[in-house]
Nanobody
Framework: QVQLGESGGGLVQAGGSLRLSCAAS????????MGWFRQAPGSEREFVAL????????DYADSVKGRFTISRDNAKNTVYLEMNSLRPEDTAVYYC???????????????????WGQGTQVTVSS
């Protein structure tokens, strides 16, 4: 059983930056593909960024490419989301999620993720 806990959310002005962290426990962290997802009020949950178990493969939603960076430190069992040039439309609850993967690859399908954190609120003011 993997447990995930996000931190680092908050209120920031447009153009600002935040760094989210997601600490994992209860599994062999490097065996899990990880993802950051977000959900704004009245909207469906959407993927933001994905990373493979080794960290060697990543993918981003078009809306955040060039502004957000996902990374992981397997020694610390932590995945990060560095968010720069934030926009009001980035306002949402951000969740990290994990899925065990036999191969070192990203996992695109949201429904395959087995473990989810409780979420952290990110609010970007204009």
């Amino acid at each position: 059983q993997v447990q995930l806990g996000e931190s680092g959310g908050g209120l920031v002005q447009a153009g600002g930056s935040l760094r989210l962290s997601c600490a994992a426990s209860g599994g062999t962290f490097s065996s899990y593909a990880m993802g950051w997802f977000r959900q704004a009020p009245g909207s469906e949950r959407e993927f933001v960024a994905l990373i493979s178990g080794s960290g060697g493969n990543t993918d981003y939603a078009d809306s955040v490419k060039g502004r957000f960076t996902i990374s992981r430190d397997n020694a610390k069992n932590t995945v990060y989301l560095e968010m720069n040039s934030l926009r009001p439309e980035d306002t949402a609850v951000y969740y990290c999620a994990a899925v065990w993967s036999l191969v070192d690859t990203i996992v695109v399908e949201t429904t395959l993720y087995d473990y989810w954190g409780q979420g952290t609120q990110v609010t970007v003011s204009s």
